[in-house]
């Protein structure tokens, strides 16, 4: 918006950069441009400020389906204002110039326009469509419509606008007629979700059956195997069995063979030993058999008092003595004699 001055005689006016000021004087286009500061009269001079950035014009409106179905249309217009020349020969642009308002509505004036312009080629759209091709391409359907048919309009380009975009917020019917379309919709989703939950049912279940069969096999497997354990341990403790046979068997044959060995061999020692006592014997007997029997006598009488704890009676006879005391007294004669000699 334009910014104004007064001074006593003059007034000063500067502009916006984003819009086209038009300055007349006496009728006739002396000056314009973006943003421009000048002076002017206010007795002689008449001043057009045009917008020239992008305005987004929103709509809402209802039609009526081929169908006879009330739909709602709500979207935004996106136009720019390019010759604001010819736009202001179209609307009236003209500013206060004490305050730099626009003294019309142009602005509403154009929306109005645009407006009823983009709701005649949406209803031309929407009378000769079913109500469900409407819901589901109406969108892209509207949008192009609305875009192709303001980009076309002789009267917009002779205006000076163009068009800059078109954008649809929502196409839907009234609030009974979607609830109603949205039924069939849940229910099919609902039976799709059931029967994804049949299916994952079904998989699990197929799953357990697996996890069933996979465990009886183990089962299986564990009692083969326990089984054959069973079998290799009772072959092993018959092999243990028979080898603890065959080693008793073989101790046993060892034993006998040692016992044997040893039986000959105290065989053996006793029946040395045996004929050395014979052999001692015989010679003791052989010795004693050439001894005089006195001697014998006086052998057998000390071995004889070596037993005996003690002698009660002892009788000598004279004949005993006799001999015996002439044998001593030659003996002792003899042992006299021989130092002599020597």
Request: hydrophobic share 45%; no cysteine; aromatic share 6%.
């Amino acid at each position: 918006m334009a910014e104004i001055r007064a001074f006593p005689v003059f007034r000063h006016l500067r502009g916006d950069p984003s819009y086209h000021l038009l300055r007349y004087r006496g009728g006739r286009l002396i000056g314009s441009g973006r943003g421009i500061a000048f002076w002017f009269h206010p007795l002689n001079t008449s001043i057009v400020e045009v917008p020239m950035d992008d305005r987004e014009l929103p709509f809402l409106y209802h039609a009526r389906s081929q169908d006879f179905q009330v739909v709602t249309v709500q979207g935004v217009i996106t136009f720019r204002v390019v010759e604001p020349a010819r736009l202001s020969e179209r609307i009236d642009f003209s500013i206060d110039l004490r305050t730099g308002v626009l003294v019309e509505q142009p602005l509403e004036k154009l929306a109005g326009l645009l407006t009823e312009l983009a709701q005649q080629f949406t209803w031309d759209y929407l009378s000769r469509t079913a109500l469900l091709e409407i819901l589901e391409h109406g969108f892209d359907e509207i949008r192009a419509r609305i875009e192709t048919g303001l980009r076309s309009d002789d009267s917009l380009n002779d205006m000076g606008l163009e068009m800059v975009a078109v954008r649809i917020g929502a196409v839907r019917p009234e609030a009974g007629v979607e609830k109603a379309l949205q039924i069939p919709v849940r229910e099919r989703i609902q039976q799709q979700a059931d029967e994804a939950t049949f299916q994952r049912r079904a998989l699990a279940v197929e799953k357990e059956r697996a996890i069933q069969e996979n465990e009886l096999q183990n089962r299986i497997e564990l009692a083969r195997r326990e089984e054959h354990l069973i079998a290799q341990h009772g072959q092993n403790e018959r092999g243990r069995a028979h080898e603890e046979a065959e080693a008793g068997r073989i101790a046993a044959e060892a034993k006998a063979q040692r016992m044997a060995i040893e039986a000959r061999a105290e065989a053996e020692r006793i029946e040395r030993v045996e004929r050395a006592r014979v052999a001692a014997e015989q010679e003791r007997m052989a010795i004693y058999r050439d001894f005089p029997a006195e001697r014998l006598l006086a052998l057998a009488a000390q071995k004889l008092a070596g037993k005996l704890s003690r002698i009660e009676h002892l009788n000598l006879t004279p004949d005993l003595l006799g001999d015996l005391l002439a044998r001593m007294a030659q003996a002792g004669a003899a042992r006299l004699e021989q130092p002599a000699e020597r």
